[in-house]
C-alpha cells in the first residue's frame, strides 16, 4: 500500500483497510475476514458485477474460512437505481449477515445505508474507477420522488483490484476521472475559504486529496484505452478522496462549487431518462470546467486595486437578496437557498475584514490559485482524451443553460468558493459575463 494510503488510513474514522494494487481480488476474502471476522457474509452484485468477479471473490472469501449466505444479484437491465426500495431489499436480505457490496456507486450506496440501518459495518469490492465515494460516507439516495443523502458509515474494507477496474465499460472510468477533476477547481475554492478565513485548509488533510491528484489525472488516454498500471493513481485518488472526507469529517476536501452544477442538473432530471443514466462524474466535469473557466477569469482580474469599503457599502441588501433566491428557485428548494445563502451573508466592518487578506496578500493568493489550477482549455483536453464530456452539448445542456446555473450554484450552499468572493467584491455578473465572452463563446 502507498504511503498516502496509509497516512489517511490513520485518520479515517470508518475505513481500517483500504487494499489497491493488480491482483487483489484474490486478496478480498483474507483482507476482509481480518476486519470483519469470518461472516456470514452476503455478496450484493448485480448481474454484471458478478459476471466480472462474483465467482473469483466468492472463490477468495471460501480460501479465507468465511461463511457465505446466498448473494442477492439484482438484475444487469435497467442500470440499477439507488432508491429506499432496493436499500430495503438488501437489508431484507442481510439477516445476520455482513454485507459486501460488489460494484460501484449505486450497490456500495445500497449496501452501505442497509448496513447502517441494520447496525453493522460493511466492505466493499469496487468494480470501476467511476466516482470517489467508495471510502466516504453518506448515501445519496432517492425515497418517494427526492434524493437526499442519507447518513452512514463509510465501509469498514475497500478492495479496488486496478485489474477489475480497467476492464470495466469506459464511460465509468471517465466518470471516476471527470469525478476527480472536481478537486482542482474545488481546492482552489478551499484556498479562497481559507485566505478569508472562513473555512481554513487542514494541511494533512489537503495533503491527502490534493498531493496524488495531478498524477492521477496525467493518464487520461491511457485510461480511456484501459492500460490497468495507467489506473494507479485515479483509484488510488478516488479512495483518497473518501479517506480524506472522513478524516475532515465533511465533503469540503472533495467539492466545491463544480459540484453543485451536478447536484442542481441533478435535481433538474438531467440525463435521467438515459439508459445508463447521465453520471455523477460527467455532470461534475462539466462542472468543473465551468468552475476553471471562473477561476481563470477570476485570477487575471487584480484585486489588490479594489476599494473595499466602496465594495461593501455596494452590497447588496438582504432582503433584496432574498427577493432573487426566490425569483431564481421554487418550493423547498428555495427556503433551503435562502438559509444556505445566509448563512454566509455578511455586510459592512465583517464583509471588509473578510476579504482583507484577499486583497492584501493578492500577489501571493493569486499564485496559490495558478499552481492549483489548470485552464479550462487544458482541463477540457484532458477530459476528452479520457472518454469524459468536455462541452456543455455533450451532457445535453447550452452554454447558456451553464450560464443560468452560475447563480444558482451561488445560492445552493453555505459553502463560500469563489462564486462567493465575485459577489462580495461586486465582480459576479462582470467574471460570468467574461467567462462565457471569452472561454465559451
Ligand atoms: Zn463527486
Not at 186 to 212: F, R
Request: charged content about 20%; glycine content about 10%; proline content about 5%.
Amino acid at each position: 500500500m502507498s504511503d498516502a494510503l496509509d497516512a489517511a488510513l490513520a485518520r479515517a474514522t470508518d475505513t481500517r483497510d483500504v487494499v489497491v494494487g493488480r491482483g487483489v481480488l484474490t486478496e478480498a476474502g483474507r483482507r476482509i475476514a481480518d476486519v470483519l471476522g469470518q461472516g456470514p457474509y452476503v455478496v450484493v452484485a448485480d448481474e454484471n458485477t458478478w459476471a466480472v468477479a462474483g465467482e473469483a471473490l466468492t472463490a477468495s472469501l471460501r480460501a479465507a474460512g468465511c461463511a457465505l449466505a446466498e448473494p442477492l444479484v439484482f438484475p444487469g437491465r435497467p442500470a440499477l437505481y439507488a432508491s429506499y426500495d432496493n436499500c430495503l431489499t438488501v437489508g431484507e436480505r442481510l439477516g445476520d449477515a455482513t454485507a459486501i457490496a460488489l460494484g460501484a456507486g449505486t450497490l456500495n450506496d445500497l449496501s452501505k445505508l442497509a448496513s447502517h440501518e441494520h447496525g453493522r459495518p460493511y466492505a466493499v469490492v469496487g468494480t470501476a474507477a467511476s466516482m470517489d465515494g467508495y471510502t466516504g460516507f453518506g448515501a445519496p439516495m432517492e425515497a418517494d420522488g427526492v434524493k437526499i443523502t442519507r447518513p452512514c458509515p463509510a465501509p469498514a474494507v475497500a478492495v479496488l483490484d486496478l485489474d477489475v477496474v480497467a476492464a470495466a465499460p469506459g464511460f465509468l472510468t471517465a466518470s471516476g476521472y471527470g469525478d476527480l477533476a472536481a478537486k482542482i477547481p474545488g481546492g482552489a475554492d478551499w484556498i479562497l475559504a481559507d485566505v478569508t478565513e472562513v473555512e481554513p485548509i487542514d494541511t494533512a488533510v489537503w495533503g491527502m486529496v490534493q498531493g496524488g491528484v495531478a498524477m492521477a489525472l496525467a493518464r487520461p488516454s491511457d485510461l480511456a484505452a484501459g492500460d490497468p498500471d495507467a489506473f494507479a493513481g485515479l483509484v488510488e485518488g478516488l479512495a483518497l478522496s473518501g479517506l480524506a472526507m472522513q478524516a475532515y469529517a465533511g465533503t469540503r476536501p472533495a467539492s466545491g462549487a463544480e459540484h453543485y452544477f451536478s447536484h442542481l442538473w441533478e435535481l433538474d432530471h438531467l440525463g435521467a431518462d438515459l439508459d445508463p443514466p447521465l453520471s455523477h462524474g460527467f455532470k461534475v466535469g462539466i462542472g468543473s470546467l465551468a468552475m476553471c473557466a471562473f477561476h481563470e477569469v477570476l485570477v487575471e482580474r487584480d484585486f489588490a486595486a479594489i476599494d473595499l469599503e466602496a465594495a461593501a457599502a455596494a452590497r447588496t441588501p438582504w432582503d433584496r437578496i432574498e427577493a432573487d433566491i426566490r425569483d431564481t428557485f421554487t418550493g423547498a428548494l428555495a427556503d433551503n437557498a435562502v438559509k444556505e445563502t445566509r448563512a454566509k451573508y455578511v455586510t459592512g466592518d465583517d464583509l471588509v475584514a473578510r476579504l482583507r487578506p484577499l486583497v492584501d496578500d493578492w500577489p501571493s493568493v493569486r499564485e496559490r490559485l495558478r499552481t492549483q489550477l489548470v485552464t479550462s482549455a487544458e482541463l477540457a483536453g484532458m477530459l476528452a482524451a479520457a472518454g469524459a464530456p468536455s462541452r456543455p452539448e455533450d451532457i445535453g445542456l447550452t452554454a447558456a443553460d451553464v450560464r443560468a446555473t452560475f447563480p444558482r450554484a451561488m445560492y445552493y450552499r453555505s459553502r463560500y468558493t469563489a462564486l462567493d468572493v465575485a459577489w462580495e467584491l461586486g465582480l459576479f455578473q462582470e467574471l460570468v459575463d467574461d467567462t462565457f465572452t471569452r472561454l465559451w463563446v
